[in-house]
């Protein structure tokens, strides 16, 4: 970034809050109130989008993870849902199943993003490595990748692994293999669509964030006598700390919700050994119309993602402040 | 200097490693795509289409569902992009350029939405817009998918319109220009590309979007191109040749315009992110 931007918006960003500190400076001395109005007008719309949109679903879910919801109610809008207090909860909490599908989704999620993380940062490191034409040739690969929607790659992942002509059995040497019947290889094909798509954003941002790090920092500690492996540990790690996390948490978020890569390898149709929270949530709602038992499912994984959100909302605010 | 050399070698190898990992399944998508339907189902799989042939391309584009899903798809995506660059342009502006009550909370409230999880926001959207009468409307779609894509707009288009020196519109003014035509002539260009950038990300999230559309969605004269190509699945046995075919129909817009700006995007999603 540009070092004027930087100081522009610190010191836009400090100072005083009050109704003198409303103006940027020197502009609202021509405009007066208009001026102090303006920046409300502009953020409107943006803002009665997300209200709209997300905010106010948001809060009906919670309402909703109160209430029976089911066919009657949609059929019949003036049929008023009627309010459920906990039960729909308790239900999650007395269903063996939920505790199951809990622990899968978990253990799927962290491999997942386990993976793409550790997989991600090697090849951005590669990249700082490999000859200028190498280097070019991977991010060339990465962007392909990057590019291909999900419900396509799922597509080209099924068909790699198909029972009778996948290309992959036949390059691991094991015809006519069946990856689906057993939910612990179905799952690993499933994380392997979703580190290769996942891969290329984690490299290729992780790669110009490394770009971005002063060469005199690390020539310093070279200088000072640190090894390679030192000089990774103790300045280039804490200098990606932040883009490393925010990585991590958003791939947490997506991950722990993962649906496509599934829904779509199973030909939308996927057995109980593959459902997750959220497929679970999805066929709760959808074939079972059992909109509060879905709702309180959701309310649930946002309860277990909280942790995770809000170390990413406060590395966000963090990044907004140093600006 | 020697193992120098060797050490590179290792690298670069790895590295082509890497390539071929990641440019394998495309191709092998493109590859099954040109192959006609007995080519595709040898013991040994052919490697490269030794008969090249259109014909899986041929069932696509005779697919009429197929034809309505474009067109879905482009309207979509067309009404998504322009009004999420607008909404998001203005929204970035009030961020970088005023200080005002609340503009805190307001950044606080945008980037909370990155990490909304979508499946607790399907639900009570469906019957939200179901009851709006917007499921399976096109409407009710460009609204879902411009609030997921905001967030990334605002954030990247506040970087770029933060990095213009408010000194250079002021001299504008002082030579003369109104703080409309100083807006036009001095900070519209510079943030040009920050506009390009981000109405790309936004096209290819509205283009690629499958989760919502599936939720929102029902009858197929209101198909985008992902859910066309996901019901292709569900006839009797999977037709790979076709549906190959039309993933990489679908796919090759998505690239080539990603190629064009993926430097602008990985910029935008890292400025700021590391201090020197």
């Known amino acids: 970034m540009a070092s004027t931007g930087t100081t522009r918006t610190a010191d836009l960003a400090g100072g005083p809050p009050g109704p003198s500190a409303a103006r940027p400076p020197r502009r609202g001395g021509r405009r007066g109130g208009r001026a102090r109005l303006t920046p409300y007008a502009l953020a409107t719309p943006a803002l009665v989008v997300l209200v709209g949109v997300l905010g106010y679903p948001m809060a009906k879910l919670v309402v909703l993870s109160f209430q029976t919801w089911g066919l009657a109610q949609i059929f019949n809008p003036d049929a008023g849902p009627s309010f459920a207090g906990l039960a729909n909860y308790r239900r999650i909490f007395s269903d063996g199943f939920f505790w199951t599908v809990l622990e899968r989704t978990v253990i799927v999620a962290a491999a997942m993003v386990v993976l793409s993380m550790v997989v991600g940062v090697a090849v951005a490191l590669l990249m700082q490595v490999v000859p200028g034409w190498c280097r070019w040739l991977m991010t060339f690969a990465l962007v392909l990748a990057w590019a291909v929607p999900q419900p396509v790659s799922t597509e080209m992942f099924a068909w790699m692994t198909d029972y009778n002509y996948g290309v992959i059995n036949y390059l691991l040497g094991i015809p006519r293999h069946n990856w689906y019947i057993d939910n612990v290889q179905g799952f690993a094909v499933s994380t392997a669509v979703v580190v290769w798509g996942a891969v290329p954003l984690i490299a290729i941002t992780v790669y110009a964030a490394l770009a971005q790090i002063p060469r005199d920092l690390i020539e310093a500690a070279r200088v000072d006598g640190a090894s390679s492996p030192q000089v990774f540990r103790k300045v280039t790690v804490p200098l990606l700390r932040p883009i490393l996390l925010m990585l991590s948490t958003l791939s947490v978020i997506w991950d722990f919700q993962v649906f496509t890569q599934i829904w779509v390898l199973r030909q939308s149709n996927p057995t109980k050994d593959y459902f997750t929270l959220g497929i679970y949530s999805y066929a709760r709602a959808y074939y079972s119309h059992d909109y509060g038992y879905a709702s309180a499912l959701a309310v649930v994984t946002v309860l277990l993602l909280l942790g995770v959100m809000v170390v990413y909302l406060r590395q966000i605010l963090r990044m907004g402040e140093a600006e | ?276």
Not at chain 2, 125 to 140: C, E, K, Q, S
Not at chain 2, 161 to 169: M, S
Request: aromatic share 14%.
């Open chain 2, 1 to 276: 200097m020697s193992r120098g050399r060797l050490r590179t070698l290792v690298w670069t190898v790895c590295g082509l490693a890497v390539v071929v990992v990641w440019v394998f399944p495309v191709y092998w998508m493109a590859n099954t795509a040109f192959k006609p339907g007995k080519d595709m189902q040898t013991v040994t799989p052919q490697f490269w289409p030794h008969h090249p042939s259109v014909a899986n391309f041929r069932i696509v584009v005779t697919d009429p569902v197929f034809w309505r899903a474009l067109r879905n798809s482009a309207i979509v995506t067309g009404l998504t992009v322009v009004a999420a660059m607008v909404v998001a342009f203005l929204a970035a502006l009030a961020i970088a350029r005023f200080r005002f009550h609340g503009r805190k909370a307001f950044v606080f409230a945008v980037m909370i939405v990155q990490m909304v999880p979508l499946n607790a926001v399907v639900i009570p959207l469906f019957l939200m817009f179901n009851r709006a009468r917007l499921t399976d409307t096109v409407p009710g779609l460009v609204l879902a998918y411009l609030a997921f894509a905001m967030p990334f707009a605002v954030w990247t288009l506040r970087g770029f319109l933060a990095n213009i020196p408010v000194e250079l519109e002021e001299a504008a003014m002082v030579d003369g220009c109104g703080r409309f035509s100083a807006f036009i002539r001095i900070v519209l260009p510079l943030v040009l590309p920050g506009l390009v950038a981000t109405s790309v990300y936004t096209m290819i999230l509205a283009w690629n979007e499958f989760m919502l559309t599936y939720f929102l969605i029902s009858s197929p004269g209101n198909y985008t191109l992902p859910l066309w190509l996901t019901h292709f699945t569900l006839g009797e046995g999977t037709e790979y040749g076709p549906l190959m075919a039309g993933s990489t129909l679908i796919a090759v817009p998505v690239v080539a315009f990603f190629m064009a700006v993926q430097r602008r995007v990985a910029g935008g999603l890292t400025a700021g992110a590391v201090k020197g």
